[in-house]
């Protein structure tokens, strides 16, 4: 049943992005799909928990649109099995994928589905009052402009301390065919900080956040990208995040991009057992 529910989340996902056609494909590495994970990124190291809440689904869904006329509509679902182990209990099971992808590719337009869908399992391995701790093996399975899958894993650390929230990651993923599009390692270190405005009222709705990205892939100069922007907690289940992401401001081709994502949560599920 809950198996059922999620695949119906994600048809209605992809359904509600508009309809385009279907053109050439993104090259991985360049595409939009590499910077749309990044607000995931973002937005889990100092607003969100690190997993979704035990019995609920978390629904991530949102759009980014360059300066330069690319744009994409990433999305996320993640689920908490509820239960006592680490393996059910404290891990959360997540898909990603770009829901619809377009850039502009020697003047034509390109539209597309995501290039890849990427799976993740994170495990809190430290539940800590102010400190918590979380490991996240993933996969990326291609599905255009190349072959195979990358395989990795993230480290989490996040540190809570009254209103304000800091984090970090560390990221390193590698593929199983590596090409010139699919480079052969790649390293993300991730820091961010979250402030809520207020304990209580309209204020301590908001959270303005800010985050900074080192990424290195093999054979590739290494670039750094920044994000800034704030949250609204409209209700304990719905939120609302707007953002600028300024990716590769040092190093690799700069890339301005104004995102408003959705966080919906469904509260606990019917049936759940422990």
């Known amino acids: 049943m809950v198996l059922a529910r999620i695949a119906c989340i994600a048809i209605l996902l992809t359904a509600a992005a508009p309809v385009a056609r279907t053109a050439g494909a993104l090259e991985p590495g360049t595409g939009s ?6 607000i995931s990124l973002r937005k889990r190291v100092h607003v969100n928990t690190l997993i979704t809440e035990p019995g609920t689904i978390e629904i991530e869904w949102g759009g980014a649109f360059s300066v330069g006329g690319d744009f994409t509509f990433p999305a996320a679902i993640k689920y908490t099995p509820e239960g006592r182990h680490a393996y059910w209990g404290r891990t959360e099971f997540s898909a990603s994928f770009d829901s619809l992808s377009s850039n502009v590719d020697s003047g034509t337009r390109v539209t597309n589905f995501s290039d890849r869908v990427s799976f993740a399992a994170t495990c809190v391995v430290h539940d800590g009052d102010k400190l918590d701790v979380a490991f996240a093996p993933q996969v990326s399975v291609l599905l255009r402009g190349g072959q195979g899958a990358r395989l990795g894993a993230t480290a989490i650390a996040r540190y809570d301390a009254g ?3 800091a984090g970090v990651t560390l990221t390193w993923t590698a593929p199983t065919a590596s090409s010139d599009t699919n480079p052969a390692g790649t390293m993300d270190i991730g820091a961010g900080y979250g402030f809520r405005l207020k304990p209580s009222g ?3 709705h908001l959270t303005p956040h800010t985050n900074w ?3 290195k892939s ?3 100069q290494r670039q750094v990208s920044v994000f800034e922007g704030v949250e609204y907690q409209i209700t304990d ?3 609302v995040d707007f953002s600028a992401q300024h990716f590769s401001v040092w190093g690799g081709s700069t890339d301005h991009q104004i995102v408003v994502g959705l966080t919906v949560n469904t509260g606990r599920l019917r049936g759940e057992r422990h």
């Open 33 to 38: 799909s590499e910077h749309s994970r990044a």
């Open 163 to 165: 209103r304000s929230s």
């Open 202 to 204: 309209p204020l301590g």
């Open 213 to 215: 990205l080192y990424e």
């Open 218 to 220: 093999t054979g590739a």
């Open 237 to 239: 289940k719905f939120a």
